[in-house]
């Protein structure tokens, strides 16, 4: 039998787009002669649709869908994921399903059974988990179809319980009593770079444990935050990676069962920093494209976290597309400025030059009576940022351009950011970043020429609000800051557990209670491009009044 592994793009509830899409694959694989073509879970929709599930209208739109790629599959059968009706009285009204088809109608519907409800999934909320177990025959051959649920047989999330059992028996075990030739897995796995191998490992072990080829799609571009790195792959029953799709990027592959126990994929290993690189500019790329959105704009300081943005953003979206404003006060260096200033030209950006010295001081001025003789200190510091928030908005509602949010995950845990300035935007693009990767980042982007220039990589971090100012006067080095962050964030490592790490204590001590009482800030934030297990947003619910 030779099966198509179809690696699309969707976009969320544009059923025309998904179809015609989906469509032209059912053609080009009958082309080839293939007899099965496999699609990814919730493609004919999108994932994840969330409350559109509840929509009346969005149900039969989806439904009218379905039918009109099923009148596509004759000569030829196909595995599509999408939502399905529950005819049951009992339970949610819908099942996240794989419908299978050929002869130009749906044959028959396998229904998820394990319905995840952690992190950023929320599955529960509108499906009825499956309780039936049937396979589809085809071409003499037996198919177990499962839907995600080989990848969550253990926790996936990089923490203390990643390898513990989260259910007690999987689709699986209950398919393989049916003695099935080879098992379709559909998938909306979403990248995170810290989960190295994880995926690959547990679906090689399914293969091995009922010594089963697995047909393995997932889906590739981003949601909003999430983003699905694609690494479609067939595995044969010995474990073996047969063929792997590309990351980031639409494919599809012909493989045939009948040669798939003697093939063995050439593994090329990539960088996580290159990984998370691509994901970024996906994840731009597919935020401005599927939500009409055409050019960006961000404030360009000279350092790090805006040289690093504004790549991506010229790489996302292009250079004709990418406008910024630099915004010098009294405390920037001079350096900063033409640092800024060689980037957009490296790039060949539109930029303006619009000084706010002048605008702080009438803040200043106005407020002096107010503030009296008290000393300068983060109000004026905070009044700067947002001065330059201002700026930029306006330039953003009088061109219709999007802001881009370039506060990276160390500072927007420490709450190092200003509510209402530094942290506007449309779309947060490194709050998912480490200041330490944002680092590795910008040299990635510097192998084959230099971008960005060196010295806004090698000189100290700064928010230049004031005289002489560094991070550093108020923040740990990055290095220590960011692995205890990642501790406590991604690990959820008690504070204790943390020091007994090696931390000085006092330290471990100030960067958690910074976490904790800035969670209101991040409550405000714009949406942040997902790429590792624990993002901030809707995948980290934490009380915004609590005693931690």
Wanted: hydrophobic share 40%; glycine share 6%; with cysteine.
């Amino acid at each position: 039998m030779k099966i198509v592994l179809a690696q699309l793009n969707y976009h969320i509830g544009n059923f025309e787009a998904n179809s015609d899409k989906i469509i032209d694959a059912i053609h080009k694989a009958k082309s080839k002669q293939a007899d099965l073509i496999v699609f990814s879970e919730l493609a004919i929709c999108g994932y994840p649709p969330k409350d559109l599930l509840e929509r009346k209208n969005f149900i039969e739109k989806t439904l009218k869908a379905i039918d009109l790629v099923a009148l596509h599959c004759v000569d030829i059968a196909a595995v599509l994921g999408g939502p399905s009706i529950n005819p049951h009285s009992k339970g949610k009204n819908l099942y996240n399903s794989a419908f299978f088809m050929c002869d130009g109608k749906v044959q028959s519907i396998h229904n998820k059974t394990l319905l995840p409800t952690y992190d950023i999934f929320d599955e529960y909320r509108y499906f009825e988990p499956n309780t039936e177990f049937n396979l589809v025959e085809y071409k003499g051959k037996k198919i177990a179809l499962t839907i995600c649920e080989d990848l969550w047989e253990k926790q996936p999330v990089d923490n203390n319980f990643a390898k513990e059992e989260l259910y007690t028996v999987s689709p699986m075990e209950k398919l393989s009593q049916l003695k099935p030739d080879f098992v379709v897995n559909i998938a909306a796995s979403p990248f995170s770079h810290n989960q190295k191998n994880i995926r690959t490992e547990i679906l090689q072990s399914v293969s091995k444990k009922y010594q089963l080829p697995l047909i393995y799609v997932n889906q590739i571009g981003a949601n909003t935050e999430l983003i699905f790195d694609g690494d479609s792959m067939a595995i044969n029953s010995k474990g073996d990676v047969a063929c792997r799709l590309n990351y980031f990027e639409e494919d599809f592959s012909l493989i045939d069962l009948n040669e798939i126990e003697e093939q063995k994929a050439e593994e090329k290993e990539v960088d996580y920093i290159e990984k998370i690189h691509d994901a970024l500019v996906l994840g731009l790329k597919d935020y401005f494209g599927k939500m009409g959105f055409k050019q960006a704009t961000l404030g360009l300081s000279g350092g790090i976290d805006s040289a690093v943005t504004v790549v991506l953003a010229e790489r996302a979206l292009g250079k004709e597309n990418v406008r910024v404003l630099l915004m010098p006060s009294e405390f920037s260096s001079d350096h900063s400025v033409k640092d800024a200033i060689d980037l957009a030209n490296n790039l060949g950006i539109q930029y303006e030059i619009v000084p706010i010295q002048d605008i702080f001081k009438s803040f200043e001025s106005n407020l002096a009576p107010i503030f009296g003789d008290l000393p300068f200190n983060i109000a004026e510091e905070n009044i700067q940022a947002r001065v330059r928030g201002t700026l930029i908005m306006g330039l953003s509602n009088k061109f219709g351009h999007i802001v881009l949010n370039t506060s990276n995950k160390s500072e927007s845990a420490v709450g190092y950011g200003t509510l209402y300035g530094d942290m506007n935007g449309g779309i947060a693009v490194l709050g998912d970043v480490y200041k330490t990767d944002v680092f590795k980042l910008a040299y990635f982007m510097n192998k084959d020429e230099e971008v960005i220039p060196l010295n806004s990589i090698i000189k100290p971090p700064s928010a230049e609000l004031r005289p002489d100012q560094k991070d550093s006067d108020s923040l740990p080095d990055y290095d220590i800051l960011d692995e205890i962050l990642f501790m406590y964030i991604e690990k959820n490592m008690p504070v204790s557990e943390i020091i007994e790490q090696g931390f000085a204590k006092e330290v471990v001590d100030k960067i958690i209670r910074l976490v904790n009482m800035n969670e209101y800030k991040r409550f405000q934030t714009a949406p942040v491009l997902r790429v590792s297990s624990k993002a901030f947003g809707y995948g980290r619910k934490i009380p915004l009044v609590a005693k931690h």
